[in-house]
């Protein structure tokens, strides 16, 4: 066999014993890691250890994956103002998280003979979002309803990267803030110490 020693380096084509024996020598395991190879490759190593990180790399690679979400938002063509701004607000905040929104217009009776009234209101609420985000799919009718798919400027990791920034931010900025607070309460303690004392 081909055999790798601990650190990376080439101890070159040995017998199974003499590669068993080194194994114990170093007390590391004797690993295979080209099985097809021609003569195969091991390589002396802690298993355990590399086994341990193997696994945490995997988890770390997870933790930093971003899965792309499709939200969704309804609205009515004669949507109050009020409501308007609150189903906006949702949509800049998913726009912001990276995620793509669908929002989906739904019509009701008579409503459906003036589509133009949810043309302009996706069109509307396009431009409101711009900064954040960009009509992926143009506004289409479907049956009762019409649809629009807004997608976000920003990747879903960047959202992810500057949430983490910012949640790390924030519990920075509390810290003095609980320092301080444990300051004073020391000084009250000392305070109420001393006063029997004065007394006395």
Known sequence: MRLVGPSG?????????KALELAQEYDLDLVEVAATARPPVCK???????KYESAMKAREARKNQAHTVIKEMKLRPKIDPHDYDTKKGHVVRFLKQGDKVKITIMFR??????PELGFRLLQRLAEDVQDLGFVESNPKQDGRNMIM?????KKKTEAMAEAREAQA???AGR???QDESEQDQEQEHEQQ???????G
């Open 169 to 171: 931010a924030r519990k």
């Open 109 to 114: 009776g008579r409503e459906q003979s003036r």
């Open 149 to 153: 798919v807004l997608g976000p400027h």
């Open 9 to 17: 380096e080439q101890v070159g084509i040995v017998p199974l014993a």
């Open 193 to 199: 110490a001393q006063a029997p004392a004065d007394a």
């Open 44 to 50: 002396l190593m802690d298993y355990g250890k590399f």
């Open 175 to 177: 810290q003095p803030q």
